[in-house]
């Protein structure tokens, strides 16, 4: 099968902070509960609003997970990191110097 763009859908749990995107702008909040096995979610808006949404909904994106860790390190957990980054910041501080 050929591969396509899609991005994996992520799973979501109680208490994972999200981003939804709305055509007047993008709103942040939290999953509240689990509907119909995970298929919807109840989402906790920091407005206060409550709205249930299809997980599967392309607008709804994962911010951060309930433990910490963002969907970027989700996505790249499985991988040795490559670069260190406190090095990296050090060496960019010493150009700086440098120049």
Known sequence: MADT???KSASFSVGD???YAFGSGIA???IARLLEGGAAVEILFEDGRREIK???DGALRLVRR???ASELEES???RSQLRDF???EIRRSDQRRRW
Request: proline share 0%.
């Open 76 to 78: 790249r957990s499985d």
């Open 17 to 19: 902070e999200i981003s």
């Open 54 to 56: 299809k997980s599967r």
């Open 86 to 88: 406190d090095i990296d």
């Open 66 to 68: 309930s433990s910490g």
């Open 28 to 30: 942040y909040g939290e």
């Open 5 to 7: 763009n899609k991005a």
